[in-house]
């Protein structure tokens, strides 16, 4: 079946760094726009990140452009989230998901996949 499983979650202090994984399987990764997704605590979903199926076009919310970088491998069914220069507004629990399309895509309706999340404290 469709699943994506995310990893790289932890524990960080404002100003650090990780690196976020979601591992795609039981589907053709390369023919989908990828996306990241983040709920803070008591918040919203709210759009991170997304990928045109090539990775050749990305897209990023304001409030992370410049600091958070997405990238996939399609030989590795994997995306990815490189996440600097840490805050603690970025506290939350970070999903994949599967974009319905090939394009970058923002409706977090478009998008038929959701893996479990993996959960990033920022905190000193």
């Known amino acids: 079946q469709v699943q994506l499983v995310e990893s790289g979650g932890g524990l960080v202090q404002p100003g650090g760094s990780l690196r976020l994984s979601c591992r795609a399987s039981?589907?053709?990764?390369?023919?989908?726009?990828m996306t990241w997704i983040r709920q803070a605590p008591g918040q919203g979903f709210e759009w991170v990140s997304g990928?045109?199926?090539?990775?050749?076009?990305?897209g990023y919310a304001d409030s992370v452009k410049g600091r958070f970088t997405i990238s996939r491998d399609n030989a590795k069914n994997t995306l990815y989230l490189q996440l600097n220069s840490l805050k603690p507004e970025d506290t939350g629990m970070y999903y994949c998901?599967?974009?319905?399309?090939?394009?970058?895509?923002?409706?977090?309706?478009?998008?038929?996949?959701w893996g479990p999340g993996t959960q990033v404290t920022v905190s000193s």
């Open positions: 998901a599967k974009a319905d399309g090939r394009g970058v895509t923002t409706a977090l309706g478009h998008h038929g996949v």
């Open positions: 039981g589907f053709i990764f390369s023919e989908h726009g």
């Open positions: 990928i045109n199926t090539g990775g050749e076009t990305t």
